[in-house]
Each structure stands twice: as structure tokens, then as C-alpha cells.
């Protein structure tokens, strides 16, 4: 990747932050010819020739898929730190068309290998009073 420019995300955002990590582990240093927290600058920045850039999988697996961008995983320990959450709030009854929403997208990140299983929820019993 060294022979490449490279536009990163800010500091803050987390596949910077796990990139960073990696680099620092290896001896690494980049000298980013971009840092920008917007997503679209950062393609724009690759799909016009300008070097690579970093992002997780989700983010550009459709673009990846019509064969608009080549995306290689970096194979690193720590690498795949990151998942994605789909939250909704404790006891809240969702309307139909949110559920189906939610199963949508549920079986299409496990389908596509982005999420691990969702864990079962396990009924609680207030602690017992003594």
C-alpha cells in the first residue's frame, strides 16, 4: 500500500482507529494525501484514480458487486473488530413494517457474511430481595 496514495478517515472514526492500530503494531507510518469523514469523498478519491482508501466491507459491498471498485480485506489481527448493530428498544412492539424491515436486514447481513448470529435473549429475573 506504500507505493499508493491514500486518503484515510479522520481520526475518529473506527476503521481509521483499527487501521492505525495495525500500522502501529507493524512499524508502519502513512502520510495520507486525504483525511475526510465523508464517505463519498473518499470513493471519489479512489474510483477517479487518485490512490486507495480504507473502509469495512458493508460500506462498499455494493459498489464491489456492480464492478465499479475493487475492494482486498487487510489481514490483520484486530481488523475485524467492527460489527454491525441493529438496536431497537427493550419491550418496544414495532410496527409491521419496521419488523419486516429488521428481517430483511438481518438475513441480508448474514447472509453476506457481515454480522455474526444474532445471540438469544435470555429472560432476567429482578435480583431477589433479602
Known sequence: MHGYPIALPERDNTVRQLFDIGCSQRG???????VCNHFETLMHFVLHGGGLSISGEVTVRDRVQR??????QIREPGMGARYTELQTLHGR???AAVRMFLEFL???LRDNGA???VPS???TSPPKSR
Not at 508502519?28 to 486525504?34: D, K, Q, Y
Not at 464492478?67 to 482486498?72: M, N, P, R, V, Y
Request: aromatic share 4%.
Open 28 to 34: 508502519l507510518v502513512f502520510e495520507p494525501a486525504l
Open 67 to 72: 464492478g465499479e471498485l475493487h475492494a482486498a
Open 93 to 95: 412492539t414495532l410496527p
Open 106 to 108: 438481518r438475513g441480508q
Open 115 to 117: 454480522a455474526p448470529p
Open 121 to 123: 435473549r435470555k429472560k
